[in-house]
């Protein structure tokens, strides 16, 4: 069964599917815990019966501390499940003007042991 939290003004459109997970949009709640933790709670259920392959799919226009916190441990929830013989593939993709969201790719694919490709957006 599928999770999804549609997009706001403030907050990415999630979906946490069989075979595939996508974060896409602005990241900025007023309270990251709030929206996040039902995102935690999700992913931690989806590692117990993952898909053979995943592709882990992020493309954000801004994000705020609270939810970089967030995206670090979404990303380490899945890497135990990667660690653990699964396929994972993350897909990070930045606008090409956004230097920040471009380092903060790098930053995650210098923390994260799941393969990371940081892709231009189209």
């Known amino acids: ?3 999804q939290i549609d997009v706001t003004k ?3 459109y999630i979906l ?3 075979g595939e997970i996508i974060i896409h949009g602005r990241s900025i709640p007023e309270d ?7 995102v935690v709670e999700a992913c931690m ?5 993952p898909a053979k392959h995943t ?4 493309h954000l226009d801004y994000v705020n501390s609270g939810s970089k916190k967030y ?6 929830i899945l890497e135990k499940s990667y660690l653990s013989g699964y396929s994972y593939e993350i897909i990070w993709v930045y606008d090409v003007d956004d230097e920040a969201i471009y380092d ?6 210098g923390i994260i042991k799941i393969p990371l490709k940081i892709e231009p957006s189209s």
């Open 71 to 76: 995206l670090t441990n979404i990303l380490t």
């Open 10 to 12: 403030i907050t990415p």
């Open 104 to 109: 903060l790719g790098n930053d995650l694919k």
């Open 55 to 58: 592709v882990v799919r992020i």
């Open 32 to 38: 990251s815990f709030e929206f996040y933790e039902p």
């Open 45 to 49: 259920e989806y590692i117990r019966k």
């Open 16 to 18: 946490i599917d069989k």
């Open 1 to 3: 069964m599928a999770f």
